[in-house]
């Protein structure tokens, strides 16, 4: 009987633990997205990312100006053209968070047992008796009782650099609190966060929509993770402010689910957002501890079944100072990988850690690992019969194209897209090979001028477990027709060939259009 969990098909061989790994010519199906900071934002750390295999670049604006991103942005194109890997842009959003501004940027000490007062007073210097909150509402929403936590910004999870409190007692606008941990505070932002408690506060700020209409739009962001999503209004507002602008309106949000509000609006956040992260730092605060794995395993799940992206937050935080991961963090890398997760996200470990090349190259190992007892035979057969019939025309097409590839042992699909939704809808099926989207231009105006879409859709894959994107030349007109068709597909083998993906008498499935009808065909390569 097969097994129907989602770890292999075949009890393992425990001796074969020991063999060691051959090396995958195109790094792990699953996508890492790395936070650049002031550990990872020159030339030749950024190149040495890439190398490592980091796909996707975040750029998190609670922290750091225009400028700073600005220079790390610059650093990222020239890395990207030195490698000639790509790489794509992810601008997250400060939204509704609660600040500490540590102003004079020294240590603070909190001791346990003793009691620190929050304030809404901006004037206030953060010490150990007071910390000034960027929310002159807090009083008013917090009760006795509650937990409110304070760490880091990008906090580690560590108690010795973040700290829990509890409110003791609501003093007019101040919130008296009992320190519960021992802990030292360092660096000039601190990120508060009230447990389970909602915050007033708009998801896209007036910060925000400013500097996406000004940075975002300069460097055309893949992008937008917004922070705090509680409703799909919330998506539904980013997007229609994306739609004014420019080339944005191409620019994907992924809604990031960081408190209990988010999680009771999953399924309405899910349907409208291109995808979904699963931000479990601010997450794992709002929720018990015994509750995060399920949180985990039932979002993943709907994300897989909607064909959406999903990313995994916080994995190994213990790799900012160390160059090693726990045992568990190394654990549940791979378990989110099982669990079916498009992508893992590094914070603190790429953006202010000791190794952040090295994070990155474990993280992909790890993920590669899991990659190759991942049972794709009973998630295909789980999602084909989830989506039901009948089937659309694309969507028969897509997973005919991943049964075709499984049944054959194809080393690559290649499938041909200009929107990049033959591609998804590929990936939503998890095919143990990669695929190979070769995304096809398409000429636009907007009454003023001409331009080329593609550039957007072939980044975007980059977040996509097992989608490794090409853009075609521009000159290949978008209608397919046979001679094209050939032509481009000749060019994408190639590259696939240079990638050491594709090999002589390889056999490989492809996905396009033939005159009006979607096909899906198996060619096998000759000797060359
Ligand atoms: N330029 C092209 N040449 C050949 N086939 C294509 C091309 N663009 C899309 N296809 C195929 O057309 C079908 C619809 O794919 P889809 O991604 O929805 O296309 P589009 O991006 O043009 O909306 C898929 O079978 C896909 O492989
Ligand atoms: C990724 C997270 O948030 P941030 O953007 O603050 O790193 C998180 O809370 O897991
Ligand atoms: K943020
Ligand atoms: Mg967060």
């Known amino acids: 009987m097969q097994a129907s969990h989602l770890l292999l098909e075949e009890p393992i061989r425990l001796a074969s633990i020991l063999e060691s790994s051959t090396p995958n010519p195109f790094s792990s199906m699953t996508k890492i997205i790395g936070t650049l900071g002031p550990s990872s934002r020159d030339v030749e750390t950024i190149e040495k990312l890439l190398h490592a295999g980091m796909s996707v670049a975040r750029f998190d604006f609670s922290w750091g100006d225009i400028d700073f991103h600005q220079e790390t942005l610059d650093n990222l194109k020239k890395a990207v053209k030195n490698t000639r890997k790509l790489c794509a842009v992810m601008f997250d959003t400060v939204g509704p968070e609660l600040q500490i501004i540590n102003k004079s940027e020294g240590p603070i000490q909190l001791t346990a047992e003793e009691f620190v007062v929050l304030t809404p007073d901006a004037t206030q210097v953060a010490s150990s008796s007071v910390l000034p909150v960027n929310y002159p509402e807090l009083a008013s929403v917090v009760k006795p009782n509650d937990t409110i936590f304070v760490g880091q910004y990008l906090f580690t999870g560590s108690e010795s650099t973040s ?82 602008l420019g080339d944005l309106y191409q620019t994907q949000i992924f809604a990031k689910i960081e408190n209990v509000e988010g999680l009771k609006h999953f399924d309405e956040i899910l349907k409208e957002a291109d995808g979904i992260i699963l931000s479990r730092g601010n997450l794992g605060i709002d929720l018990p501890p015994e509750k995060v794995f399920l949180f985990q395993k039932a979002a993943l799940h709907k994300c897989s079944m909607a064909g959406k992206p999903a990313i995994v937050t916080r994995v190994v935080d213990s790799m900012t100072d160390t160059p ?20 893992i996200l590094l914070g603190a470990e790429t953006l202010r850690g000791l190794y952040p090349v090295e994070t990155i ?78 995304v096809i231009p398409k000429l636009t105006t907007n009454h003023l001028r001409w331009s080329f879409t593609g550039a957007f859709q072939a980044r975007q894959c980059l977040a996509v477990r097992g989608l490794f994107p090409m853009l075609a030349d521009p000159r290949h007109p978008a209608e397919s027709s046979t001679s094209t068709n050939e032509s481009i597909l000749k060019v994408a083998l190639d590259h696939g060939k240079a990638a050491g993906i594709i090999k002589a ?12 009808s979607s096909v899906v065909k198996i060619i096998e390569l000759d000797a060359y």
């Open 505 to 516: 008498h390889d056999r490989i499935v492809v996905c396009q259009k033939v005159g009006d």
């Open 324 to 343: 090693r991961p726990t045992r568990a963090e190394a654990t549940d890398v791979a378990n989110a990988v099982l669990d079916g997760a498009d992508g």
């Open 361 to 438: 190259t474990i993280v992909q190992k790890i993920c590669a690992e899991a990659e190759k007892v991942f049972n794709q035979a009973v998630f295909f057969k789980k999602t084909v019969k989830a989506v039901g019939e009948p089937m659309a025309h694309l969507e028969s097409i897509a997973s005919s194209a991943v049964r075709a590839g499984t049944k054959v042992r194809a080393s690559v699909i290649v499938v041909f897209t200009s929107s990049g939704r033959a591609a998804r809808l590929i990936a939503k099926y998890k095919p143990s090979m990669p695929v190979l989207v070769v």
């Open 163 to 244: 700290v829990w409190l509890e409110v003791v007692e609501v003093q007019g606008t101040n919130v008296k609190c009992i320190v519960k941990n021992s802990a030292t505070l360092t660096g000039v932002l601190f990120t508060a966060h009230a447990a389970g408690v909602p915050v007033g506060l708009p998801t896209l700020s007036d910060f925000d929509k400013e500097t996406i209409a000004k940075w975002g739009v300069r460097n055309s962001i893949d992008f937008i993770s917004l922070s705090y999503t509680r409703h799909a209004e919330d998506v539904r507002q980013a997007r229609a402010h994306l739609t004014k």
